[in-house]
C-alpha cells in the first residue's frame, strides 16, 4: 500500500474527527425541525425537502473523504503508491461536486423558508433574486468543478500533464460568493422582524437565534479561506487538508443554521432571556385541546358555497395553538388585499383554501 518512502505522519484525524461529530449533530437538528414540523401540523414544504438533499449531499462528502482517508488521504504524497494517490485524488475531486451542491441548497432551504414566514412583496422580491443567483451560481460551480480539467481525469491523474483551471482563483472566487450571499441571506430578514408587532423579547430572541448561527457559518466560511491558497498550491495535496476539514464544519453549520428557527422551543428551553415567556409556555398542539377555553380569534372549518375556489393571503391569527413559524401579536380581521399586501407591521403566511357549499334549491328534493 506505501512506497519504499515510508512515514507514519497523518492528518487524516482531521477529517474523521469532523465527520464522526456531525454524523451524530447534524442528523439531531433535522430531527428537530421535523419533530416541530408534525407536532405543530404546519406540513413539510420545499425547504424542508431542499435541506435534506442538501444534508444527503453533506453525508455524501464526508462518507466520500472517509473513504479517500482508508486510500492514503491525509497521508504524504510521497508514501502512496501510484494507484492510492490516484484513487484519494479521484475521490476528493467527487467530494468537491458534493460540497458546492451541499452550501448552495442550505442557501436556498433559507430562503424558501424566508418566503414561507414573509409576505412583504419587496422582500419576497429579494428572495426569489437571491434563489435565482444561487441557483445559477450552483450550476457553474458544479460544472466548473466537473470540468476543471482537460482531460476530466487529469484531475486526479498527473501523469499526462493535463490543462486545467486555476483552482486558487476557483476556490477563492467560490469562497467569496458563499460569504457574500451568506450575509445578505443573514440580514434580509432583519428588518421585517424590527417592524413587526412581535414583542421586544421575541425580537431579540429571533435576531440573536439567525445572527448566532449565520454567524457561526460566515466566520467559519471566513477561517476556511485562509486555508484555500495553501492547499491548492502545496506539492502534498494528500497531506496538507486543513481546507478539507473546514469544509466539512462549515457545511454541516449551514444545514444546522436553516434548522434552527424551528428548533427554538428546545433552545427557548437553554436560553430563557431569549425569549418571551409565552414561548416557553404555549402548549404544544400534539396535545388535545381544552375546547371550553378555546378563543374566539381562531381559524375554524368553513361550510358552505360548493364549486367556489379561490387564494388569499390571510392573516396567522395568535390562539393556544402557535404558529410554527412565528409568533404575533393580536392583529385585527379586517385586513383587505390591498392593506395586506402593503402594510408591514406584522408577519403573516400565504395560504391557499377551497370553499364548498350546498344552495338550498340544491338541498330540496
Known amino acids: 500500500m506505501a512506497s519504499e518512502f515510508t512515514s507514519t505522519e497523518s492528518n487524516a484525524m482531521q477529517v474523521y474527527a469532523p465527520s464522526i461529530v456531525f454524523f451524530l449533530v447534524t442528523p439531531l437538528f433535522i430531527a428537530f425541525r421535523f419533530w416541530s414540523r408534525i407536532t405543530r401540523r404546519t406540513g413539510l414544504g420545499w425547504d424542508d425537502m431542499t435541506i435534506i438533499i442538501s444534508f444527503s449531499c453533506a453525508v455524501a462528502v464526508q462518507t466520500i473523504m472517509m473513504v479517500a482517508c482508508n486510500y492514503g488521504f491525509g497521508q504524504h504524497i510521497k508514501t502512496l503508491t501510484p494507484s492510492d494517490k490516484i484513487i484519494s485524488l479521484k475521490l476528493y475531486y467527487i467530494a468537491q461536486i458534493f460540497y458546492k451542491l451541499t452550501m448552495n ?21 429579494c428572495c426569489f433574486t437571491l434563489m435565482g443567483l444561487v441557483t445559477c451560481y450552483m450550476i457553474a460551480s458544479v460544472t466548473l468543478s466537473i470540468l476543471q480539467c482537460y482531460p476530466i481525469s487529469g484531475a486526479w491523474d498527473k501523469s499526462m500533464p493535463p490543462t486545467c483551471i486555476d483552482l486558487e482563483k476557483f476556490w477563492l472566487a467560490n469562497a467569496g460568493f458563499s460569504i457574500a450571499t451568506d450575509s445578505l441571506i443573514l440580514m434580509l430578514p432583519m428588518h421585517p422582524i424590527c417592524t413587526s ?25 471566513i477561517v476556511r ?21 473546514w469544509s466539512i464544519i462549515e457545511q454541516n453549520l449551514a444545514i444546522i443554521c436553516t434548522c434552527l428557527p424551528m428548533c ?77 399586501s402593503s402594510d408591514v407591521g406584522a408577519i403573516r403566511k400565504i395560504v391557499e383554501y377551497e370553499i364548498t357549499f350546498e344552495t338550498a334549491s340544491e338541498a330540496e328534493p
Open 105 to 125: 441548497l442550505a442557501k436556498i432551504s433559507m430562503l424558501l423558508l424566508y418566503l414561507r414566514i414573509f409576505v412583504h412583496r419587496w422582500f419576497r422580491r
Open 197 to 221: 408587532k412581535l414583542s421586544v423579547t421575541q425580537k431579540r430572541g429571533l435576531i440573536m437565534l439567525l445572527a448566532t448561527g449565520g454567524g457561526l457559518v460566515i466566520t467559519t466560511s
Open 225 to 245: 479561506t485562509t486555508t484555500l491558497s495553501f492547499t491548492a498550491k502545496t506539492p502534498d495535496t494528500t497531506f496538507n487538508i486543513s481546507s478539507t476539514m
Open 264 to 340: 427554538r422551543l428546545p433552545i427557548a428551553t437553554r436560553f430563557p432571556l431569549w425569549v418571551s415567556e409565552s414561548e416557553l409556555t404555549a402548549p404544544d398542539v400534539s396535545e388535545p385541546a381544552d375546547l371550553s377555553k378555546r378563543q374566539t380569534r381562531r381559524w375554524s372549518p368553513y361550510t358552505g358555497p360548493r364549486n367556489v375556489q379561490g387564494i388569499t393571503r390571510s392573516i396567522v391569527i395568535t390562539s393556544d395553538e402557535m404558529s410554527d413559524e412565528l409568533t404575533l401579536d393580536p392583529v385585527e380581521r379586517t385586513f383587505t388585499m390591498s392593506t395586506l
